[in-house]
């Protein structure tokens, strides 16, 4: 203690710094500057507010699938029990023309009403929740063009866009703040009907979507059914079954939109909805988990960093992660109902300064 004090006392005196004076022969007590954090937690049994829109194709060519897909409430929920999900309704359609559509429900990304009480959403503490989704799906009103044998193009992402900037007037009372966001396309027809450049791009979409609700990479998924790009039977078969002959083309658009979110692709020709919506409710169970912590400051030294995850089995195993700047993301997300466990080294104040 008396070397310490002494050699403080030097350095104070003389200006010099703790090389300094080694040099000169003077000992030095070692400095530490860090400080040892340990954070643990639980991971959640997603607990977690998710809002998520079906954008429903309202052509004649989509009822059979329609039906098919509005039977499938329970197992597409089957994994978000837990979850404090809202589920909302709008349709393609922004381009059939009249005062009437643009005011309809569905239309323009009006949130279609699907509750006793005129709710503009599915909630859990809904008793008759597989009514209410068979009847948000099959009862989309008809475009225009179904009366004017016109022209009318699809666009699932432009009317996703619309439903968004109305989240404070017409939607009110449908996203929240912070909460996680699904937006599921189901189509037999791509952006614009045929895609194309002219077509709203996939990532300028998403890009937008982050924009107006304040997102972050994680809090955003889309999930789309349609037909495959490159799936010519399933082409044929929806094409066999509209009126025309002409309906359906590849969603090339809105299946790259649902792969840049992260999320995935349905094709729509599906002998058994049910398994595949089981799959989906699954995937985005795993997508709603405990994945990112933001540290208190960046860490010291990464080398240090430590995380381990007790599994529900009792082991204890090492965990991948990467790090951005204060941000620690663990790939993937720990399985739910396993504890997690940081620990890394942190600067003490007085060496911030």
């Known amino acids: 203690m008396k070397i310490i004090l002494m050699t403080l006392v030097i350095a104070l005196f003389t200006g010099c710094s703790p090389n300094e004076l080694l040099s ?3 000992p030095v007590p070692p400095i530490n ?10 991971q959640s049994s997603v607990a977690k507010d998710v809002d998520i829109l079906f954008v429903v194709d309202n052509s004649t060519s989509m009822n059979q699938d329609q039906e098919n897909i509005g039977t499938q409430f329970s197992s597409f929920i089957s994994h978000l029990s837990e979850a404090n999900y809202r ?14 559509f643009e005011a309809q429900e569905g239309f323009y990304g009006k949130l279609v009403s699907v509750g006793p009480a005129g709710e503009k959403y599915i909630a859990p503490y809904h008793s008759n929740k597989e009514e209410m989704f068979l009847k948000a799906i099959t009862e989309q009103s008809p475009s225009s063009c179904e009366y004017t044998f016109s022209e009318c193009n699809e ?43 002219t077509a709203l791009q996939p990532g300028d979409f998403l890009l937008e979507v982050k924009r107006i609700m304040k997102l972050n990479e ?14 010519q039977a399933c082409l044929d078969e929806q094409r066999n079954e509209s009126i025309s002959g002409r309906g359906g083309n590849p969603g090339g658009l809105i299946f790259q939109a649902a792969e840049l ?35 208190e400051q960046p860490p010291a ?4 960093i430590e995380v381990i995850v007790e599994l529900l089995s009792g082991e204890k195993v090492p965990y991948a992660w990467v790090l951005n700047e204060k941000t620690l993301t663990l790939i993937p997300a720990p399985p739910s109902g396993s ?7 942190k600067f003490k104040p007085e060496f911030l300064k």
């Open 301 to 304: 030294d990464r080398s240090k």
């Open 218 to 231: 994680r809090q955003l998924t889309v999930i789309t059914v349609a037909i495959p790009p490159t799936d």
């Open 339 to 345: 504890k997690i466990e940081v620990k890394y080294n």
């Open 24 to 26: 000169q022969g003077i």
């Open 33 to 42: 500057p860090f400080e040892a954090v340990s954070l643990s937690f639980d």
């Open 261 to 295: 979110s992260g999320g995935f692709g349905v094709s729509l020709c599906q002998a058994d909805f049910g398994t595949e919506f089981k799959k989906v409710s699954e995937f985005l169970k795993g997508r709603l988990l405990y994945k990112t912590i933001e540290l």
């Open 87 to 100: 589920v909302g309704f709008i349709n393609t359609d922004s381009t059939s023309i009249g005062p009437d």
């Open 155 to 197: 666009e699932p992402m432009w009317s996703s866009l619309l439903a968004l900037h109305k989240k404070d007037s017409e939607n009110a009372g449908f996203f929240r703040e912070g909460a996680e966001l699904v937006i599921v396309i189901l189509s037999d027809e791509d952006e614009q009907s045929i895609g194309g450049p």
